[in-house]
T-cell receptor, first 115, second 111 residues
Framework: EAAVTQSPRNKVTVTGGNVTLSCRQT?????MYWYRQDTGHGLRLIHY???????QIGDVPDGYKATRTTQEDFFLLLELASPSQTSLYFC??????????????FGEGSKLTVL | GDSVIQMQGQVTLSENDFLFINCTYS??????LFWYVQYSGEGPQLLLQ?????NKGSSRGFEATYDKGTTSFHLQKTSVQEIDSAVYYC??????????FGSGTRLLVSP
C-alpha cells in the first residue's frame, strides 16, 4: 500500500502570508501531484512532476509554485496567499509502468484557511 | 485540453435502490478512465478503472462501463447500501500522466 503523507494537516494564515505545504511518498513513485478540492469544482490539478527537479503545469497554477526536491518530496508554495486560496489541498503519487495505468494514491489532505 | 464533466452534484437514494452516475470526457489521447471514492475525512481512493482495451471494470459490487462513441462512462450499482454514502469522482488520464477529475457526485443513502 502506497503511503503519502502531507503536512501540515491544518494551516491558518493571513492575506499576503507565505505558506509551504509538504508532501512525502515512501514508495519511490515517479509521479506526484497537487490538487485543490472545492465544493462544486471537485479536484483541480495545480502542478505535477515526474521526478526530482521536474515540474509540469496543471489547470489552475496561478498563485502557486511547486518544487520537487527528491523522488519522495513535493512542495507547494503560496508566496502571497489570498482568501481565494482557502481550500483543501491533496497530494497524490503514482507509478507508471507496463500494465500499470497510473492509479493515484492520495494523502489525507491539508486544510488551508487564508483570512 | 483534457476534461471531464460530471453533472450530478448529489444523488439521494434509499437502500437497495439502483445507482447510476454518468460522466463525459474529452481528450485527444487514448484515455484511461477511473472512478474514485472519497469517504468523509479521507483522501480519494481508487474504486475501479476502465481502459480502452476492455469496456468494463468492476469492484465491490460497482460496475463501470465506457462508450467510446459518446465519450461517456458510467458507474452503476444494482443495490446500494448506507455504507456506500460518499463522494464519487470520475477521472481520466489522457495520453500522458496528467489526471483530471470531474466535480464529484455526493451519494446519500438512507436506511
Amino acid at each position: 500500500e502506497a503511503a503519502v503523507t502531507q503536512s501540515p494537516r491544518n494551516k491558518v494564515t493571513v492575506t499576503g502570508g507565505n505558506v509551504t505545504l509538504s508532501c512525502r511518498q515512501t514508495n519511490s513513485h515517479n509521479y506526484m501531484y497537487w490538487y485543490r478540492q472545492d465544493t462544486g469544482h471537485g479536484l483541480r490539478l495545480i502542478h505535477y512532476s515526474y521526478g526530482a527537479g521536474n515540474l509540469q503545469i496543471g489547470d489552475v497554477p496561478d498563485g502557486y509554485k511547486a518544487t520537487r526536491t527528491t523522488q519522495e518530496d513535493f512542495f507547494l508554495l503560496l508566496e502571497l496567499a489570498s482568501p481565494s486560496q482557502t481550500s483543501l489541498y491533496f497530494c497524490a503519487s503514482s507509478v507508471p509502468g507496463q500494465g500499470n495505468t497510473g492509479q493515484l494514491y492520495f494523502g489525507e489532505g491539508s486544510k488551508l484557511t487564508v483570512l | 485540453g483534457d476534461s471531464v464533466i460530471q453533472m450530478q452534484g448529489q444523488v439521494t437514494l434509499s437502500e437497495n435502490d439502483f445507482l447510476f452516475i454518468n460522466c463525459t470526457y474529452s481528450t485527444t489521447g487514448y484515455p484511461t478512465l477511473f472512478w474514485y471514492v472519497q469517504y468523509s475525512g479521507e483522501g480519494p481512493q481508487l474504486l475501479l478503472q476502465v481502459t480502452t482495451a476492455n469496456n468494463k471494470g468492476s469492484s465491490r459490487g460497482f460496475e463501470a462501463t465506457y462508450d467510446k462513441g459518446t465519450t461517456s462512462f458510467h458507474l452503476q450499482k444494482t443495490s446500494v447500501q448506507e455504507i456506500d454514502s460518499a463522494v464519487y469522482y470520475c477521472a481520466m488520464r489522457g495520453g500522458g500522466y496528467k489526471v483530471v477529475f470531474g466535480s464529484g457526485t455526493r451519494l446519500l443513502v438512507s436506511p
